[in-house]
């Protein structure tokens, strides 16, 4: 019988002058892997590399337990993938032990591999670490409170809220434009409709004139209120001049007076006008709680390897869709 030949030789990977290439390691040379390890209790435990890749495999490849391990006794690159140096005839292991070993892995055996996985990535130069500053997670669509956010509704929503801030903390102001605020947001709307555009820039130059004499008035006049009334209407003042400020080709616009983190990734024309995305908050708060399970395994593990701050966004529909209809929105944009 011809002796056995080792598999490393076969699927080294050579470069164009004969080289052989350097290999990245994914899984390294630590015995230990958090929640699963070596223990003296009983029977020894399978290697870590061994067991590592079976995972890998089995979800690369959408395999079960039992699956993984009978194609692992016949193919040879998954043997070579879990580390072994000669061909294995036989089942790596019973199904049962991925089991007990997705057991002892727990979550933070997971977050370890993903870290892992990211960072012989990067080593590689398969992804840049750049792409890891933003961690998109697959969810399902909620609605938000945000209507088509058209700069003459934004300034008219601006104007009335100024002034009625200001009127609670009892300011006296010279003029809140209420009447010709009105007039002016309903000749907005005529002119965008029969597409008079050029009349439309005078009245959206007319509500931004407006509202920034009213904002010019407040700040003069913000020293006579409370200090906690200072420190509300500051945070409105700043939104506001945002609003006043901003032309139709910025950057970072402000879409909502009352939901400033909001931003628009994408158009599409028939079924809705905007998609517009929320930055998630914490897991577990009442306005992160659709990802909030996927913060922990996404975006912990991104953080750590590129030592980036990853921003988890959710989709919100402005209004809603017509039933039967999917909108599909890809943000290919950094």
């Not at 067991?51 to 016949?74: F, I, P, T």
């Not at 956010?149 to 801030?165: F, H, M, Q, V, Y």
């Not at 509202?211 to 500051?234: F, H, M, P, V, Y």
Request: charge should be positive; hydrophobic fraction near 40%.
């Amino acid at each position: 019988m011809a002796a056995c030949s080792p598999l490393t030789p076969i699927f080294e990977r050579r470069a164009r002058e004969g080289r052989v290439s350097a290999e990245i390691d994914l899984f390294g040379t630590a015995p230990k892997l958090a929640g699963a390890g070596l223990s003296a209790a009983g029977r020894p435990r399978l290697s870590i590399r061994l067991m590592v890749g079976l995972l890998y495999l089995k979800h690369a490849y959408n395999e079960s337990d039992d699956s993984v391990c009978e194609r692992w006794a016949q193919d040879v690159y998954f043997q070579f993938f879990c580390g072994e140096e000669y061909f294995q005839p036989h089942m790596p292991c019973d199904p049962t032990n991925l089991v007990r070993f997705r057991q002892a892995l727990g979550e933070a055996g997971v977050e370890e591999l993903l870290a892992t996985t990211i960072a012989a990535a990067v080593q590689m130069k398969a992804v840049r670490p750049a792409e890891f500053e933003r961690v998109i997670v697959d969810t399902t669509v909620q609605q938000k409170a945000i209507a088509y956010p058209t700069d003459s509704r934004l300034l008219e929503i601006a104007r009335g809220k100024l002034a009625r801030l200001a009127q609670r903390a009892g300011l006296t102001l010279k003029q809140t434009y209420e009447r010709e605020g009105k007039q002016l947001r309903r000749r907005a709307g005529g002119y965008a409709h029969a597409k008079q555009f050029k009349r439309l820039r005078r009245v959206l130059k007319r509500q931004r004139t407006i509202l920034g004499r009213l904002l010019r008035d407040i700040e003069r006049k913000l020293s006579g209120a409370s200090t906690e009334q200072q420190a509300s209407l500051q945070i409105w003042l700043e939104r506001a001049w945002r609003i006043c400020r901003q032309r139709a080709k910025d950057q970072h616009k402000l879409y909502a007076l009352h939901a400033p983190e909001v931003e628009c990734i994408s158009k599409v024309r028939r079924e809705v006008a905007n998609i517009i995305v929320s930055p998630a908050h914490k897991a577990g708060d009442e306005t992160g709680r659709s990802v909030g399970c996927s913060l922990p395994v996404h975006a912990l593990p991104a953080t750590a390897t590129c030592e980036a701050t990853g921003t988890t966004c959710r989709a919100f529909w402005p209004r809603q869709l017509p039933r039967g209809r999917d909108v599909t929105c890809e943000h290919r944009r950094g």
